[in-house]
């Protein structure tokens, strides 16, 4: 009996960008091959984001470049998500505060909406999305318009970081934090790892059987599992072993890929093998507070037993010594 694949039968497939599919300016190893293979079974292909401060044709473009064909309706940015919020408590035509760049204000726009200039202008809500140019006055002209404290706020997302060409740098989360701090209350979430943007998605793709696969556990899978969609994560992006082991419950994955030829490839099963656990022929277990590999096996497959290890014992990973060639098996992948 042939073993069941990771997107067993969705008729969607949706993916995260930075990290799944491409890594800054470059494409991902195997993922245009990948997701034409998907295609190639009947699946739809969308992609969701948390980025605003790009619009989706600009996201589509650059898919496109990278041997991804895509088109704008492809794509599902959080600031379409945080629009549909506004639309849900707002009437047509009323007045938003935008803070944030192009790919937030366009969908604002074109949502019906009137961009208001300045907290002076009595906006009805603030948006507000991460952009490279936005600065302290932006962030003050967030903070005077939501001193009304019945005046609506909506954040295209709260990561608190985001991958650029040069390295990590600070995501949209701190800038939320930076006017949470003046006016003493949230907002609320479009973005993952909340649920509007994957709702977004499944209403625009017609998806009944979605599947997601994401580089984050805090975002991505965090935020799949509170959609109550399977999920895998993609050890191509930001978080690898250790941050796996470290996972609470509602962050876990349903699978752990190397790459997104994982999809297709049958995923396998794992088994109890007395005191320990075993994925392929790779086998680990939990003695004590010592965290011990078995047998090797293929390294994904051993990522795939030692978390599984981890999980059901009941231990938290703090308080296990994990093994540093355990933590290091990222760069073993093929």
Same mark, same amino acid.
Do not use: C
């Given at each position: 009996?042939?073993?069941?694949? &990771?997107?067993? /039968?969705?008729?969607?497939l949706?993916?995260?960008?930075?990290?799944?599919?491409? $890594?800054?300016?470059?494409?991902?190893?195997?993922?245009?091959?990948?997701?034409?293979?998907?295609?190639?079974?009947?699946v739809?292909?969308?992609?969701?984001?948390?980025?605003?401060?790009?619009?989706?044709?600009?996201?589509?473009?650059?898919?496109?470049?990278?041997?991804?064909?895509?088109?704008?309706?492809?794509?599902?940015?959080?600031?379409?998500?945080?629009?549909?919020?506004?639309?849900?408590?707002? &009437?047509?035509?009323? $007045?938003?505060?935008?803070?944030?760049?192009?790919?937030? $204000?366009?969908v604002? !726009?074109?949502?019906?909406?009137?961009?208001?200039?300045?907290?002076?202008?009595?906006?009805?809500?603030v948006?507000?999305?991460?952009?490279?140019?936005?600065?302290?006055?932006?962030?003050?002209?967030?903070?005077?318009?939501?001193?009304?404290?019945d005046?609506? %706020?909506?954040?295209?997302?709260?990561? %608190?970081?985001?991958?650029?060409?040069?390295?990590?740098?600070p995501?949209?989360?701190?800038?939320?934090?930076?006017?949470?701090?003046?006016?003493?209350?949230?907002?609320?979430?479009?973005?993952?790892?909340?649920? &509007?943007?994957?709702?977004t998605a499944? !209403?625009?793709?017609?998806?009944?059987?979605?599947?997601?696969?994401?580089?984050?556990?805090?975002? /991505?899978?965090?935020?799949?599992?509170?959609?109550?969609?399977?999920?895998?994560?993609?050890?191509?992006?930001?978080?690898?072993?250790?941050?796996?082991?470290?996972?609470?419950? /509602?962050?876990? &994955?349903?699978f752990?890929?190397? /790459?997104?030829?994982?999809?297709?490839?049958p995923?396998?099963?794992?088994?109890?093998?007395?005191?320990?656990?075993?994925?392929?022929?790779?086998?680990?277990?939990?003695?004590?507070?010592?965290?011990?590999?078995?047998?090797?096996?293929?390294?994904?497959?051993? #990522?795939?037993?030692?978390?599984?290890?981890? %999980?059901?014992?009941?231990?938290?990973?703090y308080?296990?010594? #994990?093994?540093?060639?355990?933590l290091?098996?990222?760069?073993?992948?093929?």
């Open positions: 009996m042939a073993r069941s694949t &990771p997107l067993g /039968d969705a008729d969607t949706l993916l995260d960008l930075d990290g799944v599919v491409y $890594r800054g300016s470059g494409a991902v190893a195997h993922a245009a091959a990948s997701l034409e293979a998907v295609r190639a079974r009947g739809r292909v969308g992609y969701i984001t948390n980025n605003a401060s790009r619009t989706a044709a600009t996201v589509a473009e650059q898919l496109t470049s990278l041997g991804m064909a895509a088109e704008a309706d492809d794509v599902v940015t959080s600031p379409q998500a945080a629009v549909r919020l506004l639309a849900d408590r707002l &009437p047509a035509g009323a $007045r938003v505060l935008v803070i944030g760049g192009i790919g937030l $204000r366009s604002v !726009e074109e949502a019906g909406f009137v961009v208001a200039a300045s907290a002076d202008d009595a906006p009805d809500a948006v507000q999305g991460f952009a490279p140019e936005l600065g302290w006055k932006d962030l003050a002209e967030a903070s005077f318009a939501l001193a009304d404290p005046r609506l %706020w909506v954040a295209t997302n709260t990561d %608190w970081t985001i991958p650029v060409d040069r390295g990590i740098a995501g949209n989360g701190t800038l939320v934090s930076a006017v949470h701090a003046a006016v003493g209350r949230l907002p609320i979430v479009a973005g993952k790892p909340e649920t &509007p943007l994957f709702e499944v !209403e625009r793709f017609g998806a009944r059987r979605a599947f997601f696969v994401g580089d984050r556990l805090d975002t /991505d899978v965090k935020g799949a599992n509170a959609a109550g969609m399977p999920s895998a994560l993609v050890l191509t992006g930001i978080d690898g072993p250790k941050e796996l082991l470290a996972a609470p419950p /509602d962050s876990r &994955p349903g752990v890929l190397a /790459d997104l030829r994982g999809l297709l490839e995923y396998p099963e794992v088994k109890r093998r007395g005191d320990g656990v075993q994925v392929g022929k790779a086998i680990a277990r939990i003695r004590g507070v010592e965290l011990e590999v078995v047998r090797e096996g293929e390294p994904i497959d051993l #990522i795939r037993a030692v978390a599984a290890a981890v %999980w059901s014992s009941g231990v938290g990973v308080a296990l010594r #994990i093994p540093e060639a355990v290091r098996l990222r760069a073993s992948l093929r």
